[in-house]
């Protein structure tokens, strides 16, 4: 298994500013994801985070908006940038050990933006 | 693109009495998954079912994959307050976990 950690939890951002979210996995994992779900709602796959290479984006997600990194097998970012009241949602970061196997996932990053 | 469709929305049900949630994807699946994600919490694995046909169990919830891959569901026999969540299935497209728009439990004692 693996325990992923995300900080910051939560934060109320001002419109036209951007956040960056951190995940740290305590074991080498081979795929790191992002994902985005609205309260209530179903989880929409952001990308998957590359170690040392550009992420794989989703449709409807570009570079520019979030972009992402991961330097190492254990970490990641999420940067949201020039944020709007529709990007308020709740980030999640997760990691899998490759193949068909689960994903783990952090508690998520709740953002406000007003 | 690739879809996970997912049904009910919503269940509200009286304790002990059963619930079922069901998948359905356009195409063929490499494997499904599925997740509780408890109030305020984050999604937890349940499970995985990988062949055709394939029925596993796990204590009072039994999980099913169609013969085709292209569905599954998840039965839980006299519901708890403990069994009060959101869950999700995923079908696994390559690499990537598509989830399904998830089923909300709520269970009333």
Redesign the interface.
Same mark, same amino acid.
């Given at each position: 298994s693996a325990v992923i950690s995300q900080k910051p939890s939560r934060d109320i951002c001002q419109r036209g500013t951007s956040l960056t979210i951190q995940c740290q996995v305590d074991s080498q994992v081979t795929?790191m994801?992002w994902?985005r779900q609205q309260p209530?709602?179903? !989880? +929409? !796959?952001i990308a +998957?985070a590359n170690q040392g290479s550009e992420a794989t984006y989703e449709?409807g997600f570009v570079i520019d908006k979030f972009p992402i990194s991961r330097p190492n097998l254990t970490f990641s970012t999420l940067t949201v940038s020039n944020m709007s009241p529709e990007d308020s949602s709740i980030y999640?970061c997760s990691a899998g050990t %490759?193949g068909? %196997?689960? !994903? /783990? /996932? *952090?508690? *998520?990053s709740r953002l406000t933006v007003l | 693109g690739q879809q996970v469709m997912q049904i009910p929305q919503y269940q509200h049900v009286q304790e002990g009495e059963d619930f079922t949630t069901y998948c359905n994807s356009s195409t063929t699946l490499s494997n499904i998954q599925w997740y509780k994600q408890r109030p305020g919490g984050h999604p937890v694995f349940l499970i995985q079912l990988v062949k055709s046909g394939e029925v596993k169990k796990q204590k009072r919830l039994t999980f099913q994959f169609g013969e085709a891959k292209k569905n599954s569901s998840l039965h839980i026999t006299a519901t708890q307050t403990t069994d009060v969540g959101t869950y999700f299935c995923a079908g696994r497209y390559g690499n990537k976990l598509v989830f399904g728009a998830g089923t909300i439990l709520r269970v009333k004692s």
């Open positions: 795929m994801f994902y209530g709602q179903s !989880l +929409t !796959l +998957t449709s999640l %490759g068909p %196997g689960e !994903l /783990f /996932f *952090g508690e *998520g | -």
